[in-house]
């Protein structure tokens, strides 16, 4: 009796297994959503002119892709669109799907649905093609749009976020960038501050900002950086148009304002762009005035922009003492002041001892060490500049350093950087890098540190 139940039981399981077996041959059942078919049929790729009408603007809103791929807004004025916004309502239209349908036996009235004449017109042309999509009003929970597509009697829902993209107010269409800067690309920047009659000029090496002097003195390259960003970030409020008595505001005409900015690069769309920024607007006092040839009506922003680009010359100054990335580092000399000196060069990820005094070595380094000291030089703060002539407490430190670090560039046009320790740094700690006319002051824990790893890393033996 036993032996016959451990048979049925035995056949159970067999059966099981095969059954679930085929299950797993069994194609996954197509998801609800992928069923659905597309919103519309349009080839969105040949797509050039887009108008949008609605019951209570006396205008349309027109937009046209010009031959640079870029889409401009021609009515109710003519500027450059937004071209994420545009994208997005093209996108989202190319992306729908219907998500049911109403037919026309079961419409006893289009203005129901908000479908009369007060419906939203929408008009896509790509060459011959063109697609007319009528929005109406929102289903009770708002989550679907009633829509007619090229006349058609049948009403079709769709996400309503189609309708959504037909009703942004028209600066919501209007490209609201003060310039069409990309900062990584700028090369040279200038700012000015009339009223005290200061003027700033940057070029920019190796994605290091300088002053554009004879002594091509360093700068905050952090501080440049986040200026340009404020400025690539920053949003109009408000456009102010040709037509408009505001347009002729004084505060920033004529390359006057409170801060007058200029930008240039490699990239031709991006030289010679200025912008004034002008007094806050008297009604409006949140914003202030802003021009740019960037585009021909006037803006208002955020007022808050003119505290991010009012900088010192404190402000400007480097608080770095070394521009290098440690990426880019790929030789090292380690020269201290009572013994012989040593070099070191990078292959691939490893670091090798290749020199001590006159004479070649292959020896294996200390690589996380090296790469310790890479990074303590690149974070070497300046407490203090002390530019020519220096007195004597600190100029006579380098008449005989304490120790040296020359480090091996990977770049084009720079080969090397330097960083001397002052031989009385215990009581001065004052160190010179790349710049002759200038002594800077840097926590002497930093400096022990850096001749301690130097010292570690030369010490390594076969």
């Not at 009659?197 to 501080?223: C, G, M």
């Not at 490699?266 to 802003?290: M, W, Y």
């Not at 060490?369 to 703060?381: C, D, M």
Request: net charge negative.
């Amino acid at each position: 009796m036993n032996y016959l139940k451990t048979i049925i039981a035995l056949i159970a399981l067999l059966a099981l297994g095969y059954y679930a077996s085929v299950l797993d041959r069994q194609p996954p059942e197509e998801s609800a959503e992928n069923k659905k078919e597309d919103f519309v049929n349009f080839s969105f790729d040949k797509l050039t002119n887009i108008q949008i009408k609605r019951d209570y603007d006396t205008f349309a809103i027109e937009f046209a892709k010009k031959a640079d791929d870029e889409w401009f807004m021609q009515k109710p004025v003519d500027t450059l669109a937004d071209q994420q916004i545009v994208n997005e309502l093209i996108n989202n239209i190319r992306t729908a799907k219907a998500d049911s349908k109403i037919e026309e036996k079961e419409v006893s009235n289009y203005d129901d649905f908000g479908l009369g004449t007060k419906s939203i017109s929408l008009t896509l042309k790509a060459d011959t093609q063109e697609l007319v999509i009528n929005y109406g009003s929102k289903n009770p929970n708002g989550s679907l749009g009633y829509s007619r597509v090229n006349g058609s009697k049948t009403i079709t829902l769709v996400e309503s976020k189609l309708l959504n993209d037909t009703m942004k107010a028209v600066l919501d269409y209007r490209d609201k960038k003060l310039s069409g800067i990309n900062p990584a690309a700028v090369t040279s920047f200038e700012v000015s501050y009339p009223a005290s009659k200061e003027v700033y000029l940057f070029k920019k090496d190796h994605d290091f900002w300088y002053a554009a002097d004879e002594k091509k003195s360093r700068v905050n390259t952090e501080t440049i950086d986040e200026m340009l960003s404020k400025i690539n970030s920053a949003r109009a409020a408000a456009a102010i148009d040709e037509n408009s008595n505001e347009y002729a505001e004084a505060s920033v005409q004529n390359g006057t304002g409170e801060i007058t900015l200029s930008f240039a690069s490699a990239n031709t769309a991006e030289n010679g762009v200025k912008i004034s920024i002008g007094r806050d607007h008297p009604l409006n006092q949140s914003n202030c005035f802003v021009k740019t040839n960037y585009k021909k009506e006037l803006l208002l922003i955020d007022k808050n922009i003119k505290k991010d680009l009012t900088k010192n010359a404190a402000d400007l100054m480097p608080k770095k003492c070394l521009d290098i990335k440690a990426n880019n580092v790929n030789e090292i000399k380690l020269i201290p002041g009572d013994t012989i000196a040593v070099e070191l060069k990078k292959s691939g990820s490893e670091w090798k001892i290749n020199r001590r005094g006159s004479a070649e070595v292959n020896i294996g380094a200390d690589s996380a060490k090296v790469e310790s000291l890479v990074q303590s030089l690149q974070q070497a703060a300046i407490e203090h500049i002390t530019e020519e002539p220096a007195p004597a407490d600190i100029t006579s430190g380098f008449e005989k350093a304490t120790y040296e670090v020359k480090l091996g560039l990977a770049f084009s046009g720079r080969t090397e950087s330097v960083f001397i320790v002052s031989s009385n740094y215990e009581s001065s700690p004052y160190v010179r890098c790349d710049e002759k006319h200038r002594y800077y002051k840097v926590p002497k824990n930093t400096i022990d540190e850096i001749i301690k790893l130097g010292r570690e890393i030369a010490a390594k033996e076969n």
